[in-house]
Protein backbone atom coordinates (compact mmCIF):
# COMPACT_ATOMS: atom_id res chain seq x y z
CA UNK A 1 0.00 0.00 0.00
CA UNK A 2 1.08 3.39 -0.86
CA UNK A 3 1.54 5.69 1.96
CA UNK A 4 -0.75 8.64 1.77
CA UNK A 5 0.88 11.70 1.00
CA UNK A 6 0.54 15.17 1.54
CA UNK A 7 1.84 16.34 -1.77
CA UNK A 8 -1.43 17.65 -3.67
CA UNK A 9 0.32 16.64 -6.98
CA UNK A 10 2.94 14.33 -8.62
CA UNK A 11 6.25 15.76 -8.06
CA UNK A 12 9.39 15.16 -9.97
CA UNK A 13 12.31 13.48 -7.96
CA UNK A 14 14.86 15.53 -6.19
CA UNK A 15 17.07 17.59 -8.90
CA UNK A 16 14.80 18.06 -11.98
CA UNK A 17 13.70 21.01 -11.13
CA UNK A 18 17.22 22.28 -10.95
CA UNK A 19 18.10 21.36 -14.21
CA UNK A 20 18.05 24.34 -16.78
CA UNK A 21 16.05 23.10 -20.08
CA UNK A 22 18.63 23.45 -23.26
CA UNK A 23 17.65 26.73 -25.58
CA UNK A 24 18.11 25.55 -29.14
CA UNK A 25 19.23 27.69 -31.78
CA UNK A 26 17.02 30.21 -32.99
CA UNK A 27 15.14 29.87 -36.49
CA UNK A 28 13.66 33.02 -36.01
CA UNK A 29 14.25 36.56 -37.28
CA UNK A 30 12.11 39.83 -36.07
CA UNK A 31 9.28 40.31 -38.30
CA UNK A 32 9.42 42.16 -41.90
CA UNK A 33 13.16 40.57 -42.44
CA UNK A 34 12.45 38.55 -45.66
CA UNK A 35 15.70 36.15 -46.02
CA UNK A 36 16.48 33.82 -43.22
CA UNK A 37 20.26 32.51 -42.43
CA UNK A 38 20.36 30.38 -40.39
CA UNK A 39 23.55 29.94 -38.72
CA UNK A 40 22.61 28.87 -35.66
CA UNK A 41 22.77 25.15 -34.95
CA UNK A 42 25.41 23.92 -37.24
CA UNK A 43 23.59 22.39 -40.11
CA UNK A 44 24.76 21.83 -43.44
CA UNK A 45 24.78 24.42 -45.93
CA UNK A 46 24.05 22.06 -48.44
CA UNK A 47 21.32 20.21 -46.90
CA UNK A 48 20.73 16.79 -46.99
CA UNK A 49 22.06 14.50 -49.28
CA UNK A 50 19.64 14.00 -52.39
CA UNK A 51 19.78 10.50 -52.40
CA UNK A 52 18.59 10.88 -48.55
CA UNK A 53 15.49 12.94 -49.77
CA UNK A 54 14.86 10.47 -51.80
CA UNK A 55 15.10 7.71 -49.52
CA UNK A 56 12.81 9.06 -47.00
CA UNK A 57 9.96 10.35 -49.85
CA UNK A 58 10.64 6.10 -50.70
CA UNK A 59 9.70 5.40 -47.61
CA UNK A 60 6.47 7.71 -47.08
CA UNK A 61 4.00 4.76 -48.39
CA UNK A 62 5.50 2.24 -45.77
CA UNK A 63 4.72 4.40 -42.45
CA UNK A 64 2.32 1.80 -41.25
CA UNK A 65 5.15 -0.64 -40.90
CA UNK A 66 7.26 -0.51 -37.52
CA UNK A 67 11.00 -0.05 -37.86
CA UNK A 68 13.78 -2.65 -37.67
CA UNK A 69 14.27 -2.50 -34.05
CA UNK A 70 18.35 -3.09 -34.21
CA UNK A 71 18.69 -0.68 -36.82
CA UNK A 72 20.55 -3.09 -38.43
CA UNK A 73 21.11 -2.07 -42.36
CA UNK A 74 21.78 1.33 -40.98
CA UNK A 75 24.44 -0.18 -38.62
CA UNK A 76 25.70 -2.52 -41.60
CA UNK A 77 26.09 0.98 -43.55
CA UNK A 78 28.09 2.92 -40.72
CA UNK A 79 29.91 -0.18 -40.79
CA UNK A 80 31.23 -0.24 -43.66
CA UNK A 81 32.03 3.47 -44.11
CA UNK A 82 34.39 3.37 -41.05
CA UNK A 83 35.63 0.17 -41.02
CA UNK A 84 34.18 -1.08 -38.00
CA UNK A 85 32.59 -4.42 -36.49
CA UNK A 86 28.59 -3.82 -36.63
CA UNK A 87 27.99 -5.39 -33.62
CA UNK A 88 30.21 -2.68 -31.78
CA UNK A 89 27.47 0.10 -33.32
CA UNK A 90 23.53 1.02 -31.46
CA UNK A 91 21.81 3.83 -33.20
CA UNK A 92 19.81 6.32 -31.78
CA UNK A 93 17.59 8.81 -32.07
CA UNK A 94 20.16 11.48 -32.65
CA UNK A 95 23.72 11.01 -30.61
CA UNK A 96 21.91 13.24 -27.79
CA UNK A 97 19.83 10.35 -26.82
CA UNK A 98 22.80 8.44 -26.66
CA UNK A 99 24.42 10.24 -24.81
CA UNK A 100 21.41 10.45 -22.46
CA UNK A 101 21.66 6.72 -22.08
CA UNK A 102 24.90 6.50 -21.22
CA UNK A 103 24.41 8.48 -18.02
CA UNK A 104 21.04 6.85 -17.42
CA UNK A 105 22.73 3.85 -17.11
CA UNK A 106 26.22 4.10 -15.53
CA UNK A 107 25.06 6.88 -13.40
CA UNK A 108 23.38 6.13 -9.64
CA UNK A 109 22.36 9.45 -7.90
CA UNK A 110 25.35 10.91 -6.13
CA UNK A 111 27.85 9.42 -8.40
CA UNK A 112 30.09 12.07 -10.62
CA UNK A 113 30.34 12.71 -14.24
CA UNK A 114 32.87 15.12 -15.17
CA UNK A 115 32.40 17.94 -18.15
CA UNK A 116 34.23 20.79 -18.77
CA UNK A 117 34.57 24.45 -18.24
CA UNK A 118 32.68 25.30 -21.96
CA UNK A 119 31.67 21.46 -22.81
CA UNK A 120 28.31 21.10 -24.34
CA UNK A 121 25.31 21.34 -22.27
CA UNK A 122 23.53 18.50 -23.25
CA UNK A 123 25.67 16.43 -20.50
CA UNK A 124 24.85 18.50 -17.66
CA UNK A 125 21.13 18.05 -18.36
CA UNK A 126 21.74 14.04 -18.77
CA UNK A 127 23.93 13.99 -15.47
CA UNK A 128 21.40 16.06 -13.64
CA UNK A 129 18.82 13.61 -15.07
CA UNK A 130 20.21 10.60 -13.83
CA UNK A 131 20.15 11.99 -10.13
CA UNK A 132 24.48 12.69 -10.40
CA UNK A 133 26.65 15.45 -10.31
CA UNK A 134 28.36 17.58 -12.71
CA UNK A 135 31.67 18.12 -12.26
CA UNK A 136 33.41 21.31 -14.50
CA UNK A 137 36.68 21.75 -14.62
CA UNK A 138 38.87 24.46 -15.99
CA UNK A 139 39.46 24.69 -19.69
CA UNK A 140 42.88 26.41 -21.12
CA UNK A 141 43.25 28.63 -23.44
CA UNK A 142 39.29 27.58 -24.33
CA UNK A 143 40.62 24.08 -24.53
CA UNK A 144 40.13 20.94 -22.69
CA UNK A 145 42.73 20.47 -20.24
CA UNK A 146 43.91 17.18 -19.40
CA UNK A 147 45.69 17.36 -16.28
CA UNK A 148 42.79 18.94 -14.97
CA UNK A 149 39.90 16.71 -15.71
CA UNK A 150 42.49 13.75 -14.41
CA UNK A 151 42.37 16.12 -11.05
CA UNK A 152 38.69 15.91 -10.92
CA UNK A 153 38.55 12.03 -11.04
CA UNK A 154 37.35 10.80 -7.20
CA UNK A 155 36.67 7.63 -6.46
CA UNK A 156 32.78 8.95 -7.01
CA UNK A 157 33.57 9.42 -11.02
CA UNK A 158 31.84 7.47 -13.51
CA UNK A 159 31.96 9.11 -16.84
CA UNK A 160 34.02 11.97 -18.18
CA UNK A 161 32.04 13.56 -21.07
CA UNK A 162 34.58 15.24 -23.99
CA UNK A 163 33.45 16.51 -27.12
CA UNK A 164 36.22 16.90 -29.51
CA UNK A 165 36.26 18.67 -31.18
CA UNK A 166 34.09 20.29 -29.06
CA UNK A 167 31.00 22.89 -29.43
CA UNK A 168 30.58 25.83 -29.26
CA UNK A 169 34.60 26.61 -28.88
CA UNK A 170 35.16 24.20 -32.31
CA UNK A 171 38.90 23.21 -30.10
CA UNK A 172 40.04 19.69 -30.55
CA UNK A 173 42.36 18.02 -28.66
CA UNK A 174 45.20 16.13 -30.82
CA UNK A 175 44.90 12.40 -30.12
CA UNK A 176 47.90 11.79 -28.03
CA UNK A 177 45.96 14.07 -25.45
CA UNK A 178 43.30 12.19 -25.58
CA UNK A 179 45.39 9.00 -24.80
CA UNK A 180 47.30 10.67 -21.87
CA UNK A 181 43.62 10.94 -20.47
CA UNK A 182 42.76 7.64 -21.00
CA UNK A 183 46.17 6.66 -19.66
CA UNK A 184 45.51 8.41 -17.05
CA UNK A 185 41.69 7.16 -15.80
CA UNK A 186 40.84 4.61 -13.43
CA UNK A 187 39.44 1.49 -16.06
CA UNK A 188 36.02 1.64 -14.09
CA UNK A 189 35.95 5.44 -15.55
CA UNK A 190 33.74 5.38 -18.80
CA UNK A 191 35.39 8.06 -21.12
CA UNK A 192 32.64 9.26 -23.57
CA UNK A 193 34.46 10.85 -26.84
CA UNK A 194 31.79 13.02 -28.59
CA UNK A 195 32.72 13.17 -32.22
CA UNK A 196 29.92 15.07 -33.51
CA UNK A 197 31.94 17.32 -35.65
CA UNK A 198 34.91 14.29 -36.57
CA UNK A 199 33.73 14.56 -40.37
CA UNK A 200 34.54 18.58 -40.73
CA UNK A 201 38.28 18.17 -38.81
CA UNK A 202 41.49 18.33 -40.97
CA UNK A 203 44.37 17.79 -39.05
CA UNK A 204 47.09 15.12 -38.86
CA UNK A 205 47.03 14.70 -34.89
CA UNK A 206 43.31 14.13 -34.55
CA UNK A 207 41.27 11.07 -34.50
CA UNK A 208 37.91 10.36 -33.60
CA UNK A 209 38.31 7.59 -31.34
CA UNK A 210 37.96 4.09 -33.11
CA UNK A 211 41.34 3.09 -32.12
CA UNK A 212 40.90 3.54 -28.22
CA UNK A 213 37.45 1.99 -28.29
CA UNK A 214 38.80 -1.05 -29.88
CA UNK A 215 41.67 -1.39 -27.31
CA UNK A 216 40.05 -0.50 -24.36
CA UNK A 217 36.71 -1.82 -22.11
CA UNK A 218 36.09 1.99 -21.02
CA UNK A 219 35.68 3.96 -23.76
CA UNK A 220 33.10 4.81 -26.17
CA UNK A 221 32.64 7.35 -29.23
CA UNK A 222 29.17 8.93 -30.51
CA UNK A 223 28.74 10.40 -34.08
CA UNK A 224 25.89 12.03 -35.44
CA UNK A 225 24.44 12.56 -38.37
CA UNK A 226 23.00 15.98 -37.53
CA UNK A 227 26.17 18.53 -38.91
CA UNK A 228 26.15 16.79 -42.04
CA UNK A 229 22.44 17.48 -43.38
CA UNK A 230 20.47 15.49 -41.46
CA UNK A 231 20.04 17.05 -38.11
CA UNK A 232 16.05 16.99 -39.01
CA UNK A 233 15.86 13.04 -38.73
CA UNK A 234 17.71 12.78 -35.86
CA UNK A 235 20.19 9.59 -36.03
CA UNK A 236 23.13 9.22 -34.12
CA UNK A 237 25.17 6.19 -33.41
CA UNK A 238 27.66 5.10 -30.64
CA UNK A 239 30.80 2.46 -31.13
CA UNK A 240 31.62 0.71 -28.27
CA UNK A 241 32.87 -2.28 -26.64
CA UNK A 242 29.99 -5.11 -26.27
CA UNK A 243 29.49 -5.06 -22.56
CA UNK A 244 28.11 -1.28 -23.12
CA UNK A 245 26.16 -2.02 -26.23
CA UNK A 246 24.45 -4.72 -24.12
CA UNK A 247 23.56 -3.00 -21.61
CA UNK A 248 22.35 0.44 -23.69
CA UNK A 249 20.22 -2.06 -25.73
CA UNK A 250 18.38 -3.13 -22.33
CA UNK A 251 17.65 0.81 -21.61
CA UNK A 252 16.92 2.35 -25.24
CA UNK A 253 13.49 2.42 -26.63
CA UNK A 254 12.53 -1.16 -28.65
CA UNK A 255 12.13 1.28 -32.07
CA UNK A 256 14.18 4.55 -30.79
CA UNK A 257 15.27 5.18 -35.04
CA UNK A 258 12.34 5.45 -36.74
CA UNK A 259 11.82 4.26 -40.38
CA UNK A 260 12.67 7.88 -42.21
CA UNK A 261 15.39 7.77 -40.31
CA UNK A 262 17.15 4.65 -41.07
CA UNK A 263 16.39 5.02 -44.62
CA UNK A 264 17.57 8.52 -44.98
CA UNK A 265 21.03 7.75 -43.15
CA UNK A 266 22.03 4.37 -45.32
CA UNK A 267 21.44 6.48 -48.16
CA UNK A 268 23.41 9.65 -46.88
CA UNK A 269 26.36 7.36 -45.70
CA UNK A 270 26.61 6.23 -48.83
CA UNK A 271 26.37 9.02 -50.84
CA UNK A 272 29.99 9.68 -50.05
CA UNK A 273 30.38 12.87 -52.64
CA UNK A 274 28.26 14.66 -50.43
CA UNK A 275 30.00 14.24 -47.60
CA UNK A 276 33.07 15.73 -49.38
CA UNK A 277 30.98 18.35 -50.94
CA UNK A 278 30.12 18.97 -47.65
CA UNK A 279 33.49 18.83 -46.14
CA UNK A 280 35.41 21.14 -49.10
CA UNK A 281 32.69 23.56 -48.92
CA UNK A 282 33.82 24.10 -45.29
CA UNK A 283 37.51 23.67 -45.46
CA UNK A 284 37.23 26.91 -47.62
CA UNK A 285 34.55 28.86 -45.53
CA UNK A 286 36.10 28.20 -42.42
CA UNK A 287 38.98 29.36 -43.51
CA UNK A 288 37.82 32.01 -45.38
CA UNK A 289 35.04 33.68 -42.42
CA UNK A 290 37.82 32.86 -39.89
CA UNK A 291 40.68 35.15 -41.66
CA UNK A 292 37.82 37.98 -42.75
CA UNK A 293 36.27 38.55 -39.19
CA UNK A 294 40.08 38.21 -37.62
CA UNK A 295 40.50 41.10 -40.27
CA UNK A 296 37.99 43.31 -38.96
CA UNK A 297 39.36 43.14 -35.19
CA UNK A 298 37.07 40.08 -33.81
CA UNK A 299 38.58 37.86 -31.96
CA UNK A 300 38.16 33.99 -32.98
CA UNK A 301 38.66 30.85 -31.12
CA UNK A 302 40.36 28.63 -33.73
CA UNK A 303 37.90 26.04 -35.02
CA UNK A 304 38.11 22.79 -36.61
CA UNK A 305 34.51 22.57 -36.64
CA UNK A 306 31.80 23.73 -39.09
CA UNK A 307 31.36 26.80 -37.02
CA UNK A 308 33.11 29.56 -35.13
CA UNK A 309 33.12 31.10 -31.84
CA UNK A 310 33.28 35.06 -32.26
CA UNK A 311 34.57 37.18 -29.46
CA UNK A 312 33.38 40.81 -29.55
CA UNK A 313 34.48 44.36 -27.84
CA UNK A 314 34.03 45.37 -24.61
CA UNK A 315 32.11 48.89 -25.18
CA UNK A 316 28.52 48.19 -25.20
CA UNK A 317 27.69 49.56 -28.85
CA UNK A 318 29.74 46.35 -30.03
CA UNK A 319 28.77 43.87 -27.68
CA UNK A 320 27.92 40.60 -29.08
CA UNK A 321 23.97 41.30 -27.97
CA UNK A 322 24.04 44.70 -29.92
CA UNK A 323 25.75 42.37 -32.51
CA UNK A 324 23.58 39.72 -32.52
CA UNK A 325 20.33 42.54 -32.91
CA UNK A 326 22.15 44.06 -35.49
CA UNK A 327 22.84 41.01 -37.44
CA UNK A 328 19.31 39.40 -36.66
CA UNK A 329 17.48 42.28 -38.16
CA UNK A 330 19.05 41.30 -41.28
CA UNK A 331 18.07 37.74 -41.47
CA UNK A 332 21.66 36.44 -39.96
CA UNK A 333 20.64 34.30 -36.87
CA UNK A 334 23.73 33.20 -35.02
CA UNK A 335 23.68 32.01 -31.55
CA UNK A 336 23.96 32.88 -28.13
CA UNK A 337 26.68 31.26 -26.33
CA UNK A 338 25.96 32.83 -22.43
CA UNK A 339 25.66 29.53 -21.11
CA UNK A 340 28.43 28.30 -22.11
CA UNK A 341 30.53 30.87 -20.18
CA UNK A 342 30.74 33.48 -23.30
CA UNK A 343 28.24 35.99 -22.11
CA UNK A 344 29.90 38.66 -24.96
CA UNK A 345 30.46 36.20 -28.03
CA UNK A 346 28.24 34.75 -30.90
CA UNK A 347 28.51 31.41 -32.28
CA UNK A 348 28.28 31.13 -35.94
CA UNK A 349 27.52 28.26 -38.31
CA UNK A 350 29.47 28.16 -41.41
CA UNK A 351 27.03 28.80 -44.20
CA UNK A 352 26.49 29.32 -47.57
CA UNK A 353 28.69 31.09 -49.92
CA UNK A 354 25.81 34.33 -49.42
CA UNK A 355 25.36 33.67 -45.95
CA UNK A 356 29.09 33.81 -45.24
CA UNK A 357 29.91 36.91 -47.47
CA UNK A 358 26.47 38.69 -45.72
CA UNK A 359 27.68 37.86 -42.33
CA UNK A 360 30.97 39.79 -42.83
CA UNK A 361 29.66 42.64 -44.52
CA UNK A 362 26.98 43.40 -41.76
CA UNK A 363 29.92 42.71 -39.03
CA UNK A 364 31.98 45.83 -41.49
CA UNK A 365 29.46 47.83 -40.84
CA UNK A 366 28.54 47.22 -37.72
CA UNK A 367 31.91 47.78 -36.41
CA UNK A 368 32.44 51.06 -37.64
CA UNK A 369 28.83 52.55 -36.38
C1 LIG B 1 25.13 18.74 -32.24
C2 LIG B 1 25.91 18.00 -31.22
C3 LIG B 1 25.53 16.73 -30.76
C4 LIG B 1 24.33 15.95 -31.08
O1 LIG B 1 23.52 16.15 -31.98
P1 LIG B 1 22.34 15.16 -32.39
O2 LIG B 1 21.59 16.00 -33.34
O3 LIG B 1 21.58 14.81 -31.16
O4 LIG B 1 22.99 13.97 -32.99
C5 LIG B 1 26.33 16.09 -29.84
N1 LIG B 1 27.44 16.67 -29.38
C6 LIG B 1 27.83 17.87 -29.78
C7 LIG B 1 29.08 18.43 -29.23
C8 LIG B 1 27.08 18.59 -30.70
O5 LIG B 1 27.46 19.82 -31.06
Known amino acids: MNQPSDQARPTPRAGIMDIEAYVPGRSTAPAGVATIHKLSSN ?3 LGPSPKAIEAARDVAAKLDIYPDGTARRLREAIAEVHGLNPANIVCSNGSDEILGLLAQTYLAPGDEAVITEHGFMVYKIYIQSAGAVPVSVKETNERADVDAILAAVTPRTRIIFLANPNNPTGTYLPFQEVRRLHAGLPRNVLLVLDGAYAEYVRRNDYEAGVELVAGAENVVMTRTFSKLGLGG ?13 DAINRVRGPFNVNATAIEAGIAAIRDRAHVE ?9 LRWVSEELTKL ?4 TPSVGNFVLIHFPEDQKHSAAAADDYLSARGYILRRVSGYGFPNALRMSIGTEEANRGVVAALTTFLKS
Open 233 to 245: ARIGWMYAPMHII
Open 297 to 300: GLRL
Open 277 to 285: RSVAHNETW
Open 43 to 45: ENP
